[in-house]
């Protein structure tokens, strides 16, 4: 009787542990045999390419076009919603009226899908229904804002998009951190003499680390996935100035009928993903010595 009590929790969890390994891990496989093959409108086991997908794939200039996308967006969205979150996580830390609100407030955009955010911002910066129509009707006629429209610069309204959606939840992480600091520590530091930006960057920073990497994991990994907010925003336009893998991807598997390329792309996208998880998950999980 005791045995059957201490197998039933296997046997519960044990049908969800096999069903999620074989379709994460499964389709993981899958995809990279997909990869090695000259698979087109339907998958092709018969013709082995090798690595010729990959070799087609870094010598597309759309593909390059995409990294470099995916390089501007990461950067900037990673950093503005940590830098915004931070500011917005200290400014509540104060104990300000009205902290619950606000909270609220900062945090609601992340209950959002990247398909509603992408959409609401695509009329907002849509220079013939948003912002910059707004502007000519309330008299100011030489307003311009048509990033959204320009190739250039395209890219840089998916990270707004990103950074309003995002930056509350890195506030939300940096606040619970701020939040299980001693007060003591900073009133020490106070009666020693430090200001209050001294002590957040040379006192409160470092001993929020766990927290700081954490989020940039969190916020590396929605990046690299960055297919919903693009789709509805630019929809990797104008042409494909603001194709990203995840984009790239999609068109290839699903629009232009070359699955193996499109499968290349994605084997590239995961091993992207594990040179960020993998080092992060080494670093905190492996046994320290004084931990022994």
């Known amino acids: 009787m005791k045995t059957f009590e201490n ?23 899958w995809n990279g045999v997909l990869s090695v093959t000259g698979s087109r ?3 092709n086991y018969d013709e082995f390419v090798g690595l010729q997908q990959y070799a087609q ?5 759309r593909w390059t076009v ?19 979150g931070m500011l917005l996580a200290i400014f509540l830390d104060q104990k300000i009226r009205g902290e619950g609100f606000l909270r609220t407030v900062y945090l609601y955009p992340m209950a959002l899908s990247f398909i509603v955010t992408g959409t609401a911002w ?9 912002l910059e129509k707004l502007m000519h009707d309330l008299g100011w006629v030489s307003f311009h804002f ?7 610069t395209a890219i840089y309204c998916v990270v707004i998009a990103g950074i309003w959606q995002s ?22 530091a106070q009666i020693d003499g430090a200001s209050l930006p001294r002590i957040y960057w040379r006192i409160i920073l470092p001993i929020l680390r766990p927290v700081v990497f954490s989020t940039i994991l969190v916020l590396s990994h929605l990046s690299i996935k960055s297919f919903d907010l693009v789709m509805a925003l630019t929809a990797g336009g104008p042409g ?17 009928g070359q699955i193996g390329l499109g499968a290349a792309s994605a084997t590239v996208m995961l091993a992207t993903v594990a040179a960020i998880v993998v080092p992060y998950l080494y670093s905190e999980l492996r046994t320290k010595p004084h931990d022994r």
Not at 74 to 82: D, K, N, R, T
Not at 240 to 256: E, G, H, K, L, Q
């Open 146 to 152: 048509d990033w959204l429209v320009q190739s250039e």
């Open 41 to 43: 409108m339907l998958p």
């Open 66 to 84: 995409a990294l470099k996308n995916l390089g501007i967006f990461s950067a900037m969205y990673v950093l503005g919603s940590m830098g915004l």
């Open 240 to 256: 494909y100035a603001t194709d990203v893998p995840a984009t790239f991807m999609f068109v290839m598997s699903f629009t232009r």
């Open 122 to 130: 695509k009329w907002i910066l849509n220079p013939s229904l948003g």
């Open 167 to 188: 930056a509350g939840f890195a506030m939300a992480l940096f606040l619970a951190g701020l939040r299980g600091i001693d007060d003591s520590i900073i009133k020490a």
């Open 57 to 61: 794939l870094w010598e597309m200039d």
């Open 7 to 29: 197998l039933l929790p296997k046997l519960v969890i044990a049908p969800g542990f096999v069903l999620g390994f074989a379709f994460i891990y499964g389709f993981m496989i």
